[in-house]
């Protein structure tokens, strides 16, 4: 289960692909936009992306209740729908110049897609890849129309149901995706750690049999580590500029530094998850020395007797292991043994030997 998006390998056995989210955190000047993308790529992200709707595709200019953000605990709190999006959205003739800044500096650019006429426009810049967001995983038409183009596709699945993430699934294979990976999220912003159950993302894996991943809302990294330590082929993070006057998702969004440190951890948290190994690997046999084993403790003439006071388990580890210990007490030494010398097979099958002879 692994596929493209531009020269990355993604899912199977590569590490985490991570994406910077940019949203709204150009505060509507096209420079932070190229700004973001230079910043993405510093801190080691694999893919900067922009989501790509205006205003009027989400939702109407209306004043009525329904369309206010009242919610208390929201970074919206009293902003209309329309005038929220209007704020956040990122101007469609910036496009071009985004996704050629992002080519020249080597990280790949995608979108989020929020209606059928942004799949129209992103095809004719090549996206390489289409996200559809958690608030759009019910949008059944705009998944199957993004599943049309055969490009990859990115799901994420904050709100959805088990039956929904099903139906969203059937209709992206039904249309032709062939590259599909599921994301879990939490759709709270920002989410809390106990509200991110990354043990379902074991689950979405084994139910849907495609790549997964995580995109977080959480303040800080430590989810998004541990969504790599658990497996998550993608990470997606919004990223902001240092000089962030207070953008709409700022709140929750982590800044380069912070970022480069998520990407760092990510991968060291990927590479230890390793595989299935008991005994000691190729770093640790140059430990092995620290290890028990036994060694006789004072010097010994032959047919002396052993005993716990004349071998004992000590440190290094060159001689046998501290089991056999029990089979040598009361034997016979057959030659004289010095203080500090190890008990090394060979000479534990020479004690063993010589005490089956009659003597």
Known sequence: MSFNI??????????????????????QDVNQAIQLIHSAKRAGANAIKLQTYTADTLTIDHKGADFLVSDKDSLWTGMYLHDLY???????????????????????????VFDETSIDFLEDLNTPAYKIASFENNHL??????????K????????????????????????????????????????SAKAVNLKTMEDIKKRFNCTVGYSDHTLGI??????????????????????????VDSGFSTNEEEFKILTKNCFLAWESIGEVTYGSTDEEIPSEKFRRSIYAVESMQANELISDKNFRIIR????????????????????????????????????????????
């Open 141 to 150: 038409p705009l998944i199957a129309k993004a599943a049309q183009t055969g």
């Open 86 to 112: 209007q704020k956040a959205f990122t101007p469609w003739e910036w496009h071009k110049e985004i996704f050629d800044e992002a080519k020249k500096s080597g990280i790949d650019c995608f979108s989020s």
């Open 316 to 359: 290094p580890g060159f001689g046998i292991g501290p089991k056999y210990l029990k089979d040598l007490i009361g034997k016979k030494i057959p030659k004289s043994i010095t203080k500090g010398e190890r008990i090394d097979k060979k000479i534990y099958d020479q004690i063993m030997n010589y005490n089956k002879k009659p003597n």
């Open 222 to 247: 430590g989810s998004a580590v541990a969504a790599a330590a658990l497996g998550a082929s993608i990470i997606e993070k919004h990223l902001k500029l240092e000089s962030d006057s207070g953008g």
């Open 152 to 191: 990859p596709m990115i799901i994420s699945l904050g709100l959805a149901t088990l039956e929904e993430i099903t139906e969203a699934v059937e209709t992206a294979r039904q249309n032709g995706c062939k590259d599909l990976a599921l994301l879990k999220c939490t759709s709270n912003y920002p989410a």
């Open 6 to 27: 531009g020269s990355s390998a993604i899912g199977g056995k590569n590490p985490p692909y991570v994406i910077a989210e940019m949203s709204g955190n150009h505060n």
